[in-house]
């Protein structure tokens, strides 16, 4: 009897406990109610709404106007840059601390960033859910260059340089990592036609001027042909004493045979590319002193350190870039694209050094040595000791508008040990300030190649290069030093 008393009072007090519980939660219909009708609002965010030159986060904040949950799928949208492409904020790393809803973000550098938490994301314990609300902030320009992954060769691998070949190389270490030189490519022949469209177009012209020997053999002393003559240097003269550098390649023309040393319109530089003058030239016949080849290369030889030996007595110092792109496609399993090349490594690397010699012995000693690498062709190098900078150039496909090539940089990096500048010696696309920068990929310059690359409006529009041109971190030619030219 005991027993059975003792649970009917368990029961009533079980039943008690219900009823309060009801009461507390429904209406006279039995429906479950709440007297908290207001929904969560937001009252501040981190970083701030339209904040510009925003240091950079890892997480954005929201603070609400009451305790908040998150519901199990959240609709959070995130534009970086790019105002019609967005991806969702995962669920799994969003979280909630009392009124506050944490989203990680890792920003970069000169990017804005617009944040969308549509409804139903947010909620608070009455089942209130907050209303849509966006807001966007942009990051300051933050360049992510690691000075501690180089130590520059102070000097030249040429000691007897010129005065003002080594104040021009000592220029272009002190700004590396921290400044990018623009450049600009001449057209076809002798001429600055690609630095004055920049200067209509951006009120600037570039710190440095590219000219090419592609045209040796309608020149003096070779083939005079009245339309070139890299013997007459006023061009050069005169950008030099407006205060810019000078950058030389050579697309070094040949012969297919000794039958046509004297045809000057059968000379080509490519050695298997289809629907171009191509030559069979040897690079490896080049380096027998006894056959035509080797005589012919010594014959160029002299006439172009001719050349720069009147640059020299100008006292304009020339960054060189011969011999460029030599592997080609080889290593990918195809084949070279310049006769310098058709030969292999070791033939190629002969050819460069015999040329260093050459020059060095000539007493042209106005050169900053620059070599172009294809990427994983470290077998091609011809070593630190004839290389003053390493380059590459960068034509991507599909066109990747703008973008810094880090890993090209890297690879560069990498296979000269950190100890030689690196430039991306020519281009379509020019890589961004902001890309440069964020990446960690600041170039010691970038040359478009002209034509299209330069003048038609698509790879590098106006609005881009006038940019471009106002950036502190891209060096223009009213922005260097005198290096003893005036």
């Not at 104040?167 to 004055?196: C, D, P, R």
């Not at 027998?288 to 007595?313: C, D, K, P």
Request: glycine share 6%.
């Amino acid at each position: 009897m005991k027993r059975f008393s003792l649970y009917i009072m368990l029961m009533l007090t079980a039943g008690l406990v219900t009823s309060c519980s009801d009461d507390d939660n429904k209406n006279g219909n039995g429906k479950r109610v709440f007297d908290d009708q207001t929904a969560p609002e937001v009252v501040s965010v981190s970083p701030e709404a339209d904040a510009i030159d925003q240091e950079l986060v890892t997480e954005v904040v929201v603070t609400y106007s009451e305790p908040i949950v998150k519901t199990p799928q959240t609709t959070i949208r995130i534009y970086a840059g790019d105002a019609s492409t967005y991806y969702y904020a995962d669920d799994e790393l969003i979280t909630v601390e009392g009124n506050q809803l944490i989203i990680p973000l890792e920003t970069r550098g000169s990017t804005t960033y617009k944040i969308e938490i549509l409804k139903p994301s947010v909620r608070d314990e009455s089942y209130n859910f907050a209303t849509d609300y966006s807001f966007a902030f942009t990051t300051k320009l933050v360049n992510n260059f690691v000075a501690e992954d180089f130590d520059i060769n102070p000097s030249l691998v040429n000691e007897n340089a010129t005065a003002e070949t080594k104040a021009v190389y000592e220029y272009l270490v002190s700004q590396f990592g921290k400044t990018t030189l623009m450049a600009t490519m001449a057209e076809n022949n002798h001429n600055i036609k690609y630095a004055e469209f920049l200067n209509e177009v951006t009120g600037k012209y570039p710190a440095i001027a590219g000219f090419d020997y592609l045209h040796m053999h309608f020149s003096k002393p070779l083939n005079p042909s009245n339309w070139v003559d890299y013997t007459d240097t006023s061009v050069e003269e005169n950008w030099w004493k407006a205060g810019g550098l000078v950058t030389y390649s050579w697309h070094w023309a040949v012969p297919s045979s000794q039958a046509d040393i004297n045809n000057y319109s059968s000379y080509a530089f490519y050695c298997n590319d289809a629907g171009a003058l191509n030559t069979t030239f040897s690079a490896r016949y080049a380096q027998n002193a006894s056959r035509w080849e080797s005589q012919l290369v010594n014959q160029h030889l002299e006439i172009i350190a001719n050349y720069l030996l009147a640059l020299q007595e100008k006292g304009i110092p020339v960054i060189w870039r011969p011999l460029h792109e030599a592997a080609g496609n080889n290593p990918n399993g195809g084949q070279a694209w310049f006769w310098w090349g058709n030969s292999g490594a070791a033939a190629y690397k002969k050819l460069w050094i015999r040329m260093f010699n050459y020059f060095k012995e000539k007493g042209v000693n106005n050169l900053i040595w620059v070599w172009t690498s294809c990427l994983n062709d470290e077998v091609w190098y011809p070593g630190d000791q004839y290389v003053d900078i390493v380059s590459y150039d960068y034509y991507p496909q599909p066109v990747d508008f703008h973008k810094a090539n880090l890993d090209a940089f890297n690879e560069l990096r990498d296979l000269t040990k950190g100890k030689k500048l690196i430039a991306m010696s020519e281009c379509g696309p020019i890589p961004s300030y902001v890309n440069m920068a964020s990446d960690g990929a600041m170039w010691s310059w970038v040359m478009p190649w002209g034509g299209d690359f330069t003048v038609d409006g698509v790879y590098n529009p106006t609005d881009f290069l006038i940019d471009l041109t106002s950036s502190p971190y891209i060096i223009t030619r009213d922005e260097l030093p005198s290096f003893g030219q005036y």
